[in-house]
């Protein structure tokens, strides 16, 4: 299941206030996401969401910043995706 996304946010994204993205999936379902942050690990950008209706899961996924936009990238291997979820796990504090 590969695809991206295209996401409109304001332009001070990083300045902590409490920003959201709108996430299309593949079945043209929209879930509304809070943005709680974006991270290095192992040389790449990635960005961590929670759906506002349920503020358990966290979503990780890789992101590029356009100009007006960011893009979200599906992260398709587990070992890429483990790596991102255990530096996030730092960053918030937790154990894994």
């Known amino acids: 299941m590969e695809h991206e996304h295209t996401h409109e946010h304001g332009s001070d994204c990083s300045c902590g206030e409490s920003n959201t993205v709108t996430i299309e999936f593949d079945d043209n379902t929209c879930v509304e996401c809070e943005i709680l942050g974006t991270f290095e690990a192992n040389g790449k ?37 483990q790596k991102a979820a255990d530096v996030l796990d730092e960053l918030l504090g937790e154990d894994s």
């Open 45 to 81: 950008e990635y960005i961590a969401l929670v759906k506002q209706d349920e503020s358990e899961d966290i979503l990780i996924y890789g992101f590029k910043e356009l100009e007006d936009d960011i893009e979200l990238i599906d992260i398709e291997d587990e070992e890429e995706f």
